[in-house]
């Protein structure tokens, strides 16, 4: 169990499962494979597994607890969830909510779940399967998501072509949540949330993706779902992951909150960075590189 401390907020990284994930030749469509060489040297072990070509992945939750409220950023994966073609996601059963448990929280007690957006891999923890039937994980909270992510990928569940994984991620992880009036929408421009929180806008990899910046007692922190994947690309910052439905977009998106990292000393805590699965950012020549050591250098 990992936690931080920003300003007066904890932040409780939860696993749901690590390890190996995609070939980073097929992962990353601008892939270079010279580009990569250069990086590898650090990248491994953590981050790149180099006798199978693999990048290395964490699938976890960011716990949030302000003193007033208890916050989940994005739910993993889910256990029983059928997910035909995604063997990584598919038919899970892990002890993901014992992992919550052990770090002092019941299901009962969370008052938000933040989705930043509406993936396999970010939503699953939405329901669990209860008699039969998908209910809410965490009965007594707000869900709060994308109105363009949510019908987006609503339009794309009704298609008889689309893959049967999306399908069954909204039809399992989503529309149980509306259809239970636990979702609260939030569209367009920016909202402050639980006196610590802003969402924002962060669209590219996903049509309505959101990111929450977090500001407590000038401390600050950008929960960044999946603008990033792998520390790859902080350095390679115009690399996009083969999930992203509009790489330009997405490409300028990463840019911008890695240069808001920067610009305001903020820690970013991205949903799939192996250890220690958050890093501060600074600048390099015209682009970005990881401050590891941030910490030991101001002493904290």
């Not at 992203?244 to 990292?261: Q, V, Y």
């Not at 699965?277 to 941030?294: E, N, P, Q, R, V």
């Amino acid at each position: 169990m990992q936690d931080r401390h920003i300003g007066d907020v904890r932040v409780t990284r939860i696993e749901e499962q690590m390890g190996p994930g995609f070939p980073a030749k097929d992962f990353f469509p601008e892939f270079d494979a010279e580009v990569f060489a250069a990086e590898a040297k650090w990248l491994a072990p953590n981050y790149y597994q180099p006798e199978s070509g693999k990048l290395v992945t964490s699938l976890h939750s960011w716990l949030v607890r302000t003193g007033k409220y208890t916050i989940l950023v994005d739910s993993c994966s889910g256990n029983h969830k059928p997910r035909p073609g995604m063997p990584r996601f598919d038919m899970l059963n892990t002890r993901y909510l014992e992992r919550l448990r052990e770090a002092g929280v019941e299901p009962e007690q969370i008052d938000f779940v933040m989705c930043t957006h509406l993936h396999v891999d970010h939503v699953g923890w939405n329901t669990r399967l209860d008699n039969g039937k998908w209910v809410p994980t965490f009965p007594n909270a707000k869900y709060v998501m994308s109105k363009t992510d949510h019908d987006f990928w609503a339009a794309e569940a009704k298609f008889p072509k689309t893959e049967a994984f999306i399908r069954n991620t909204y039809n399992d992880s989503v529309l149980p949540i509306v259809e239970a009036k636990k979702a609260e929408f939030v569209a367009g421009g920016e909202h402050e949330m639980c006196g610590c929180f802003r969402i924002k806008p962060a669209p590219g990899h996903t049509p309505g993706q959101i990111r929450l910046d977090l500001e407590s007692r000038g401390k600050r922190a950008i929960f960044s779902g999946d603008a990033l994947h792998n520390p790859v690309q902080v350095p390679v910052w115009k690399w996009n992951s083969v999930f992203c439905e509009d790489r330009d977009l997405a490409r300028k998106t990463r840019h911008t909150l890695l240069a808001d990292c920067v610009e305001q000393g903020a820690l970013l805590m991205p949903a799939h960075f192996a250890p220690p699965h958050a890093a501060y950012i600074k600048s390099k020549g015209d682009g970005f590189a990881l401050d590891w050591d941030h910490d030991n250098k101001r002493g904290r």
